[in-house]
């Protein structure tokens, strides 16, 4: 298994650029499956949940083309099948985007069921739920869902739960449903947007993106679309709690500050010296330790669970004492086992964990369990004293675009050890 390995120690300088979001670029991928014609998709991230999704579409027969810059060509008009198997479903739960696109537009969609994963049960209630009540017949049994429908209709949909990819299919479905759907208590972050102005370009008629109210009036056929995914606003926030670990001062490049705001503010308050352009950060830290800091997570535009444990990796070597409490996720604490093996002092209780920060971690063997709790143990790995080996590597390779090669770009002693 390849395994990350870092010697501790060193500030970070320089500047790098930020890659196409990830959670942008796969409901974009699904939402191509809506087309009566071929989409040009710009700016994906080289991920393996990108390489997941091309399986997945051609397993289908949809037609894929690849350039040497990771934009891509989805052709639908081809397909031969709405299947989602489980064997690629249970390496990627967002697999379940196809769902929507499938029945919305074929009238059948059989979709695995993806399984929990590390950071909670993570159900798929709000989906199916939805789809039913837009008049979709669909059976669940021996782990897939089963859904047939010759056409939508537009119905009044309320959320009990703000979900992004249970918006972002609902969305997709109501696209192409005979009449106007509403979606109230909607997902309202940037990637929710990001695919509704993508279905928009193709011809949709999406208002109230970015708003918690979704108005969706159903059209009879939507067109290809040429489209850049919007940056990775996680990618960039978790390469500045970098720096505010480290000390140093980098530039990112290809991003956009008001899609982290609530994280920005945090990395301030931590002591960080933050300044911004319309497609730039940069962040400046002395070489004291960060000031530790609350944080509750919240979905957008409170502050993202997809940063808790980076701001736990924080709160571990700053100083005084951090707190933070997710609220979205009921598991997504496996970090702090392997911080404390790094010598962090943090306890939990209940769903918050409580740190006082240690000027120094020591390096050590760790393990990662899912994307962002790997993406924290690099961070502590670049502060701690000696050698630190991530192992289970292939979370991050998920979520992060060549990890290794940015970070040792901006300085850090870090590379990527063979099988
Ligand atoms: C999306 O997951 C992201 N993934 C996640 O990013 C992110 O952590 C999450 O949103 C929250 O921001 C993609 O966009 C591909 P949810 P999603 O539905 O849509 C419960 C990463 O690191 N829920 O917003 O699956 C659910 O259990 C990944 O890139 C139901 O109960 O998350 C959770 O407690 C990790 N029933 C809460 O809602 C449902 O039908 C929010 O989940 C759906 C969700």
Same mark, same amino acid.
Request: glycine share 6%; net charge positive.
């Given at each position: 298994m390849e395994r990350l390995i870092i010697q501790g120690g060193r500030p970070l300088e320089g500047e790098i650029r930020i890659s196409g979001a990830k959670n942008s670029a796969l409901p974009i991928l699904a939402a191509?499956?809506?087309?009566d014609g071929a989409s040009r998709i710009d700016? @994906?991230?080289?991920?393996q949940d990108i390489t997941t999704t091309m399986e997945l579409l051609g397993q289908m027969g949809v037609g894929l083309t690849v350039d040497e810059h990771m934009n891509i060509e989805v052709d639908?008009?081809? @397909?031969?099948e709405c299947y989602a198997p489980y064997e690629l479903v249970k390496t990627m739960?967002?697999? @379940?985007?196809v769902l929507g696109p499938l029945l919305a537009r074929y009238g059948q969609a059989d979709v695995s069921l993806p399984g929990g994963c590390a950071i909670g049960i993570r159900p798929v209630n709000l989906h199916v739920d939805g789809l039913r009540q837009m008049g979709a017949n669909i059976e669940v049994e021996n782990g897939y869902i089963r859904a047939r429908c010759k056409r939508l209709r537009g119905a009044r949909l309320v959320m009990d739960l703000v979900s992004v990819t249970g918006t972002e299919n609902l969305m997709m479905a109501a696209t192409l449903a005979k009449g106007t759907t509403v979606i109230e208590n909607a997902a309202r972050e940037p990637e929710v947007v990001d695919l509704a102005d993508c279905l928009n370009r193709m011809g949709a008629r999406v208002?109230?993106?970015? +708003?918690?109210t979704l108005v969706i009036e159903g059209v009879e056929k939507l067109n290809g679309v040429q489209y850049n995914v919007l940056p990775d606003r996680i990618e960039t926030g978790t390469y500045l709690v970098a720096v505010a670990m480290a000390g140093g001062r980098v530039k990112l490049k290809d991003t956009r500050p008001e899609l982290l705001e609530a994280v920005l503010l945090k990395l301030e308050e931590a002591g960080a010296q933050v300044s911004t352009g319309e497609d730039w950060i940069e962040l400046g830290m002395s070489r004291e330790r960060p000031r530790a800091v609350k944080v509750w997570t919240a979905p957008y535009p409170g502050f993202p669970t997809d940063m808790q444990a980076q701001f736990c990796a924080l709160n571990a070597v700053a100083s005084g004492v951090g707190m933070v409490t997710e +609220?979205?996720?009921?598991?997504?604490?496996?970090?702090i086992l392997e911080m404390q093996r790094m010598g962090a002092d943090v306890r939990l209780e209940g769903r918050t964990a409580i740190s006082t920060g240690v000027a120094q971690l020591t390096g050590a063997p760790v393990m990662a369990t899912d994307l962002r709790a790997s993406a924290s143990l690099v961070l502590a790995g670049l502060v701690a004293s000696g050698e630190t080996l991530v192992h289970r590597i292939y979370h991050i390779d998920r979520g992060y675009e060549c990890i290794e090669e940015k970070l040792a770009q901006l300085g850090a002693n870090i590379r990527r050890l063979p099988r």
């Open positions: 191509a499956l809506l087309a700016r @994906i991230p080289h991920l639908p008009r081809d @397909i031969r739960r967002a697999s @379940i985007l208002s109230g993106a970015g +708003t918690d +609220t979205v996720f009921e598991n997504r604490f496996m970090h």
